[in-house]
């Protein structure tokens, strides 16, 4: 195992310091014109696409998926950063069914959102809620994952320098790395009047009762414990590597990945048979190897449970 770097955990006092910056950051913000705001977050995209290799790798590196996911990861990010701008584009009339009535959409910016992310997928659950977040104008603290902190900072870091290009304070994108102390402090902090989770349904359950206990907003996706269903009548083969698909193509980490599997009793035995010489064939390696299926399971009680 190589130690690809030592990060030093945020304290109280950073957080503290963080977040008054970014409240001061909103009020600037919420004022910048909304075709600004589409400009800084096209040029996040663009300045993302030109370390498209090297953050994946690091992505890979430290989160322990294949190359190849990584890059669809990162991709995922660039690509709701445009996605944002081009909703920003949409005319803000709406259609109304009342006659000699117009409908007026007109963005209302929280001021500080915040948004914590989960381990397996943290750059593609940040692009889902930070650029939109961005374009109507909010500012945003990112809570990255504790195990991955050089993700986190790489892309604060090149976000920071899009800011600081155009004259802006950097702490508009707000991030911090540490232990739980942080996020207990995020979802308790009125400053912050919504907060976005994605993660474990046990501890989404605990954030969505802080925050709401505190009149704050809540948006949740957490982990659904899916099941597979293979009847009688299916193509097995094309079952086999969905299955497989679903589980190791995850790594057994992400939201989505498959907890169970219900068979038809007619091919029960032959599902069995063909994912034990399916999954006996995986290819377990450096996640930066051409070929690897499955890279580093991490934490530890996650390859446990992989595992058994």
């Given amino acids: 195992m190589r130690v690809l770097g030592k990060v030093r955990g945020g304290s109280m006092a950073d957080y503290e310091e963080g977040v008054k910056a970014c409240c001061i950051a909103a009020e600037l913000w ?43 990861e ?30 007026y959409e007109e963005w209302r910016p929280y001021g500080v959102i915040a948004v914590i992310t989960p381990f397996y997928l943290q ?25 991955s902190p050089l993700v986190t900072i790489s892309i604060t870091k090149l976000i920071a320098g899009v800011l600081e290009k155009n004259n802006l304070t950097g702490s508009i994108f707000t991030s911090f790395a540490g232990g739980s102390e942080l996020n207990k402090a995020i979802v308790k902090d009125t400053r912050i009047p919504l907060v976005s989770f994605k993660g474990n349904s046990q501890v989404g359950k605990v954030v969505k009762h802080i925050v709401v206990e505190r009149f704050g907003k809540c948006l949740l996706e957490s982990d659904r414990n899916n099941a597979i269903t293979v009847l009688s009548d299916a193509n097995i083969q094309l079952a086999v590597e969905a299955i497989v698909r679903d589980t190791v193509g995850t790594d057994d980490q992400g939201l989505s990945t498959s907890h169970k599997l219900f068979l038809h009793e007619s091919i029960y035995g032959d599902v069995l048979d063909r994912l034990r010489q399916r999954y006996g064939s995986i290819t377990i390696g450096n996640p930066l190897e051409t070929g690897t299926e499955l890279g580093l399971l991490f934490p530890m009680p996650q390859r446990s449970s992989s595992c058994n």
């Fill in 123 to 147: 750059c593609a659950a940040l692009g889902q809620i930070a650029w939109l977040a961005l374009v109507t104008g909010n500012c945003v603290i990112w809570r990255g994952p504790v195990e």
């Fill in 30 to 72: 919420m004022a910048t014109p909304v075709t600004t705001r589409c400009k800084i977050v096209t040029e996040i995209s663009k300045a993302l696409e030109a370390k498209l290799k090297p953050l994946s790798e690091l992505v890979a590196h430290e989160v322990g998926k294949p190359l190849t996911k990584a890059i669809v």
């Fill in 74 to 103: 990162v991709k995922e990010v660039i690509d709701t950063c445009n996605s944002a701008v081009q909703y920003s584009k949409q005319s803000q009339l709406v259609v109304s069914h009342s006659s000699n009535h117009i409908a």
